[in-house]
Antibody, heavy 121, light 107 residues
Framework: EVQLVESGGGLVPPGGSLRLSCAAS????????MHWVRQAPGEGLVWVSR????????SYADSVKGRFTISRDNAKNTLYLQMNSLRAEDTAIYYC??????????????WGQGTLVTVSS | DIQMTQSPSSLSASVGDRVTITCRAS??????LNWYQQKPGQAPKVLIY???SLQSGVPSRFSGSGSGTDFTLTISSPQPEDFATYYC?????????FGQGTKLEIK
């Protein structure tokens, strides 16, 4: 069974840092592109970042570019999101998602349960 | 960035009514359009990918259509478990963007 389990969320003051992890099981992470998507309380879904299967290609939303870094350790079957210079507007549930990339068509096929990041003093 | 506009923002329907949600992209995205369902306290779930392909395990009462800039999600006969929030999302190019969501409520 495909499972994605996020961890690392919590309460952090403005300007602080957090590293989120997404542990994959039931499949080999190494052949999938992966994403982070976030959702502020009571709000809609916002794509944050994407990483290629080999980790060589990354993309970011403008709102996090230069502050967040996506990475992966395929040997550990784990995806990461390093978040620096956090702002109140980064408060959200952060989901990792697997991209099946079927014939060039991308989607978020499997999702974790999410981890809550709260940026507040 | 590609803007995705869903309508309506909310919708009341009875069990068994036919429901249609529309999504418009600010530029041509061919068929790089996905639909998700989200229930309170849960992660989203993909229903439709590539505009009209039904995700494995999703009931056939869900269908998607469209290409270019205009897309629709149809629920032919909504069941009680279908009352949730629905999002469209373009995967044509990054930054990938979502519609603002459509909340489907029971009338």
């Amino acid at each position: 069974e495909v499972q994605l389990v996020e961890s690392g969320g919590g309460l952090v003051p403005p300007g602080g840092s957090l590293r989120l992890s997404c542990a994959a099981s039931g499949f080999s992470l190494s052949i999938y592109w992966m994403h982070w998507v976030r959702q502020a309380p009571g709000e809609g879904l916002v794509w944050v970042s994407r990483i290629s299967s080999d980790g060589r290609s990354t993309s970011y939303a403008d709102s996090v570019k230069g502050r967040f870094t996506i990475s992966r350790d395929n040997a550990k079957n784990t995806l990461y999101l390093q978040m620096n210079s956090l702002r109140a507007e980064d408060t959200a549930i952060y989901y990792c998602a697997r991209d099946p990339d079927i014939g060039g068509w991308s989607s978020f096929e499997n999702w974790g349960q999410g981890t809550l990041v709260t940026v507040s003093s | 960035d590609i803007q995705m506009t869903q309508s309506p923002s909310s919708l009341s329907a009875s069990v068994g009514d036919r429901v249609t949600i529309t999504c418009r992209a600010s530029q041509n995205i061919r068929t790089h359009l996905n639909w998700y369902q989200q229930k309170p306290g849960q992660a989203p779930k993909v229903l439709i990918y590539a505009a009209s392909s039904l995700q494995s395990g999703v009931p056939s009462r869900f269908s998607g259509s469209g290409s270019g800039t205009d897309f629709t999600l149809t629920i032919s006969s909504p069941q009680p478990e279908d009352f949730a929030t629905y999002y469209c999302q373009q995967s044509y190019k990054t930054p990938y963007t979502f519609g603002q969501g459509t909340k489907l409520e029971i009338k």
